[in-house]
């Protein structure tokens, strides 16, 4: 049973400058006992304000708004990246972010070895890998290309290899920043496929993404955030009825 | 080949686990708390040899995957340098080879061990930053990493040392027992040293650079290419530098000496405060840390 819960959540970034971030001026306001504090004070961008998610099994929340309303922020708090610099967060149940699905892809490293790198940090054990081994390289259609290095790839191929890994196993909570497109049409129709079956199998579903229809087709609730705040909460009409409660406390 | 979609059907059994605790609460902010779930972090990294000691033999395949003669080039650079050297300053200082060779393969092998190691240390967590980004790992993940990768590079120097103790008739005796807890104490405190550095480098950009001529500076303040017996009395106290006793409890098991029980106070105090310094940061400011990179 999967949960995800943020309760009041506040994400704050502090802005290191050239200056601010030095030794120098740290020095200098201990030394001068904050009276240069205002100099020394680091400005802070609200990222997340006061944002308030109670998901639970079968919840597929779609997240909009514009550019740097905080979509990608909350979809790291929500990973557990970002520590909420105040407010409460829990999680219970294994999460899987597709945020990067190019993490840990070494250049150098043949196909079969970034699997394995790829496996490892994903959580698997070096025996689940191998089981999947097979399965990964057959879907990512690379063939013969597993044995070379990734950086004779091309973008398309490692993207492939990079999905393949990724949505390999399934997951209690998943998260995506935009609905992953990759490869040439035949495999974008299957990884389609690949990627509808583990979004199915994922207790919950949090996708960032700026295409209505996607979210109306993937989704049963759909938060719209601007400026780090919940501006909108809304069900999908056209979704299964599930439990729709988002609640947005401002 | 055409792929079948049917192939994403993984078995039930294996579910992705990244996640640290299956409970994770932020926003308690109590002493107690910090410092329990720091050990639980750093722990859940430290057990996962498997992770991180394939990320650091990865580092160093995929370096020299392109040369011909791969890591082997870590030996043979040493060696030369050793060779150059060796014969140089044994003249120079007026000592014996023989007593001179040893001593010196043995210093730069252990000074480049531990500079290095603090070094990569300052930016194991800058370098890391694109996992910490994307998901929560332990942060001990990256230390131990660091630490791998700098002690299998080190096995490729000090094979050097074999062909020079056979050379140079050094003794095999008991004493290279010394050698165990020698390690121990070098690995605990490499270890607390990275945690440090690497929290504080992230957070002052300036610290990796100081870091790196101080060292530059220990090194000739360091008994690594002279003998500490040439000093003269009242210039002992030079040899209060940590990383000349971090040396000693290495060196001189394997030269057939035992180490000073001074020394060995003098590293339980400096591994006592490395340890609780770097404790501290660790409960204390590893979850800002990912504000920092």
């Known amino acids: 049973m999967a949960r995800l819960t943020l309760e009041n959540v506040c994400v704050d970034f502090p802005i290191y400058g050239s200056g601010s971030k030095s030794l120098r001026h740290a020095l200098a306001a201990a030394a001068t006992g904050g009276r240069i504090g205002r100099a020394a004070r680091v400005p802070v961008v609200e990222a997340l304000r006061d944002i308030t998610l109670r998901l639970k099994d079968g919840d597929r929340v779609g997240v909009t708004g514009h550019n740097g309303a905080g979509k990608s922020t909350l979809l790291k708090t929500l990973a557990g990246v970002y520590v909420p610099s105040r407010g409460r967060y829990l999680r219970q149940g294994t999460v899987s972010s597709l945020i990067d699905p190019m993490l840990g892809i070494e250049p150098d490293g043949t196909g079969y070895e970034n699997i394995a790198l790829r496996g490892l940090l994903m959580g698997l054990s070096r025996s689940d890998t191998a089981r999947l081994t097979p399965d990964i390289a057959e879907f990512s259609g690379l063939g013969e290309y597993l044995d070379m290095p990734v950086r004779t790839y091309s973008t398309g191929m490692a993207m492939r290899l990079g999905f393949s890994i990724a949505t390999a196993v399934p997951t209690d909570i998943l998260l995506m920043d935009e609905w992953l497109a990759v490869g040439d049409a035949e495999f974008q129709g299957i990884a389609e496929d690949r990627l509808r079956s583990v979004v199915s199998k994922a207790g919950i579903l949090v996708l960032a993404s700026h295409s209505p229809t996607l979210i109306e087709r993937e989704c049963n609730d759909v938060i719209e955030l601007s400026h780090g705040e919940v501006k909108a909460v809304r069900g999908v009409p056209a979704a299964i009825v599930t439990v729709a409660d988002a609640i947005p406390v401002t | ?293």
């Not at chain 2, 394939?54 to 340098?81: H, K, Q």
């Not at chain 2, 390690?183 to 100081?210: E, K, P, S, W, Y």
Request: hydrophobic share 55%; net charge positive.
């Open chain 2, 1 to 293: 080949m055409i792929p079948s979609a049917t192939a994403s059907a993984a078995p039930q059994s294996i579910r992705a686990t990244l996640s640290v605790a299956d409970v994770v609460t932020a926003g308690d902010h109590s002493a107690a708390t910090a410092l329990r779930t720091g050990l639980a972090d750093w722990w859940s990294g430290t057990k996962n040899v498997e992770l991180w000691l394939t990320l650091a033999w990865y580092e160093i395949v995929l370096r020299y995957r392109r040369s011909m003669l791969g890591p082997l080039w870590l030996t043979i650079s040493m060696g030369l340098m050793l060779l150059g050297m060796g014969p140089l300053y044994a003249t120079l200082f007026n000592v014996p080879q023989n007593k001179f060779f040893p001593h010196l393969t043995l210093g730069i092998i252990f000074w480049t061990f531990y500079s290095t190691s603090i070094i990569d240390g300052c930016n194991t967590f800058i370098l890391s930053a694109r996992y910490l980004k994307s998901a929560e790992f332990p942060l001990s993940i990256f230390v131990w990493r660091n630490l791998a990768r700098n002690l299998i590079q080190s096995a490729h120097h000090f094979v050097l040392f074999f062909p020079v103790a056979w050379l140079c008739g050094v003794p095999v005796t008991p004493r290279l027992a010394f050698l165990i807890p020698g390690m121990v104490v070098a690995l605990i405190n490499l270890h607390a040293i990275t945690i440090t550095l690497g929290i504080l480098c992230a957070r002052f950009r300036d610290i990796g650079q100081i870091v790196a001529s101080v060292l530059q500076l220990l090194m000739f303040l360091t008994p690594v290419f002279w003998f500490p017996e040439s000093l003269p009395n009242r210039a002992h106290f030079i040899l209060y530098n940590p990383l000349a006793q971090l040396i000693d409890i290495l060196r001189l098991p394997l030269l057939g000496a035992a180490p000073a029980s001074g020394t060995w106070w003098f590293l339980l105090y400096f591994t006592i405060l490395n340890v609780v310094v770097a404790g501290g940061l660790y409960a204390f400011k590893r979850r800002q840390l990912i504000y920092w990179l």
